[in-house]
């Protein structure tokens, strides 16, 4: 009779070992048709933002046409549409630009080098690259930043171009005209926080939760008129999340303007030595999980 039990007993935890493991099959499919699904979605998204730029962009270099422009007489007119044409081609060639790197990384057919990159630099950079539209809006920028030797773990170029331009720029256009926008550095230890706090007409709250995804409207004017795709603040998050960091958005408690919160890694925290390479690879059986390997 004990032998019997015996023999239930071991079928009974067999079955229930097989419909666990067919439930968390079932729910692994679940969670890779969901992912799938998803990547789609935003890949769709992506195409669909980039025809509707370049179409606005082509439409406005065929009024900007070599015709038109040598058609007219003064000399300050033709340089003022040669700089627009100039601008729209630039703004096109970024978009396509971002678009491909973001989408080889996430294929999984490049990566993204990280390495030690000095803020205070960076950030001044980022500043001189939007000058002319900040000098238009009559807008200053005060950085503060107490140890001017701060260094993230980040890809230099992108962070330059993609993260500090886009929040600078983004911080500009809803600002209002003579504005200060504040940038702030503070060491906490292990991550460093940089928050970007502008005196602006805030952030919508319907529009919060959504505001770093692709496939959510974001798309508003600024305080003079200025367009946008929309498409600058997913690509901030996405490189936020290929360094290893981290990106909130929030209306400041005076209910004047808002404040954009980034959390890197500290580089003093990381071994760096010449033979380490830090890489930051999407994981492949998380897609929604950004990690960082070191390879020696």
Do not use: C, W
């Amino acid at each position: 009779m004990t032998y019997i039990a015996a023999i239930l007993l071991v079928l009974l935890l067999v079955s229930m070992a097989t419909t666990m493991h067919v439930v968390i099959k079932n729910k692994q499919l679940e969670v890779d048709k969901n992912d799938l699904s998803q990547s789609l979605e935003e890949k769709q998204h992506l195409l669909s933002v980039l025809f509707h730029d370049l179409s606005n962009s082509t439409t406005l270099l065929s009024l900007l046409s070599d015709s038109t422009i040598l058609a007219m007489k003064d000399k300050e007119g033709i340089l003022k549409n040669l700089g627009r044409v100039s601008g729209v081609i630039e703004n096109m060639s970024e978009l396509i630009q971002h678009i491909r790197k973001i989408q080889s990384i996430e294929s999984g057919k490049s990566t993204i080098k990280l390495e030690p990159v000095k803020l205070e630099d960076t950030i001044k950079s980022s500043i001189q690259l939007v000058r002319k539209r900040l000098d238009k809006k009559g807008q200053h920028i005060r950085l503060e930043i107490l140890n001017k030797n701060l260094k993230a773990m980040a890809e230099p170029s992108s962070l330059n171009q993609s993260v500090f331009t886009n929040l600078i720029t983004n911080a500009s256009k809803f600002s209002p005209q003579g504005s200060e926008i504040l940038i702030k550095v503070s060491n906490r230890n292990s991550a460093i926080q940089v928050d970007i706090i502008d005196q602006g007409i805030g952030i919508p709250e319907s529009m919060l939760s959504g505001l770093f995804s692709f496939t959510n409207e974001t798309h508003r004017e600024g305080t003079h008129g200025e367009e946008g795709s929309g498409f600058g603040l997913p690509v901030v998050k996405k490189y936020m999340n290929f360094y290893g960091g981290d990106i909130k958005a929030f209306n400041n408690r005076d209910e004047i303007g808002s404040t954009f919160r980034l959390k890197f890694v500290n580089a003093a925290y990381v071994d760096t030595s010449i033979d380490t390479q830090i890489v930051a690879k999407r994981s492949l059986s998380n897609r929604d999980k950004d990690v960082l390997e070191i390879h020696h």
